[in-house]
């Protein structure tokens, strides 16, 4: 079956200081990844995705990157974060397999910029 | 006008009742609706999906759609309390994007 990984589950991050967060998937090959933020009081915003490797989508004009290194590695990053970088971080997949079963997701990871 | 509108709730049904939970778009071009349950500090997790117009009904869960009025909605039979949680309404219009709403809190009450 698969699955998908996320960490870490919690972060507090200083302003202007970087950011690395990984994302994998087992049990599928090529699978599309998806990178979404939810602010609170907030809907999900989509912020990245992927169809292959190297291939990225960027959605938002932000201070924040993405990379996909290995067929099921998505991650993303910032060189400097800010206060507004603050947020739940969550990681997805779709399989596409002819019907739409929407995204699976990761368990999150909760940024607090400080 | 949003793409995708909810009410944010909360909606406070009585454990054993029928909870019912709306969702309107904008896109006329979308495909596919999706609904999805999210815990309190959890990530979303999919309960239902529809592509045509009608009913779709999966144990306590239906999902209802119509086109015509732009217009997805999301019955629950026999609520209870571990249903409450906030309910993401999802779309998919053009190719690779899904767009949520922002939820409906739901408060199933004992």
């Known amino acids: 079956s698969q699955t998908i990984h996320q960490w870490p589950a919690t972060l507090v991050q200083p302003v202007g200081s970087p950011l690395s967060l990984e994302c994998t998937v087992e049990g599928t090959s090529n699978p599309n990844l998806y990178w979404y933020r939810q602010a609170a009081g907030r809907g999900l915003q989509l912020l990245f995705y992927?169809?292959?490797?190297?291939?990225i989508s960027s959605e938002v004009p932000q201070n924040l990157s993405a990379s996909r290194p290995q067929d099921r590695q998505f991650i993303l990053s910032s060189k400097k974060l800010l206060l507004s970088d603050s947020g739940f971080y969550l990681c997805a997949w779709r399989e596409d397999r002819g019907l739409d079963y929407g995204y699976t997701f990761g368990s999150g990871t909760r940024l607090t910029v400080v | 006008q949003k793409e995708v509108e909810q009410n944010s709730g909360p909606l406070s049904v009585p454990e054993g009742a029928i909870a019912s939970l709306n969702c309107t778009y904008s896109d006329r071009g979308s495909q596919s609706f999706f609904w999805y349950r999210q815990y309190s500090g959890k990530s979303p997790e999919l309960i239902m999906f529809i592509y045509s117009n009608g009913d779709k009904e999966d144990g306590r869960f239906t999902a209802q759609l119509n086109k015509a009025s732009q217009y997805v909605s999301l019955l629950i039979r026999d609520s209870q309390p571990s249903d409450s949680a906030t309910y993401l309404c999802a779309l998919r219009g053009g190719y690779q994007k899904v767009t949520f709403g922002t939820g409906t809190k739901l408060q199933v009450i004992p």
């Open positions: 992927s169809v292959g490797i190297g291939q």
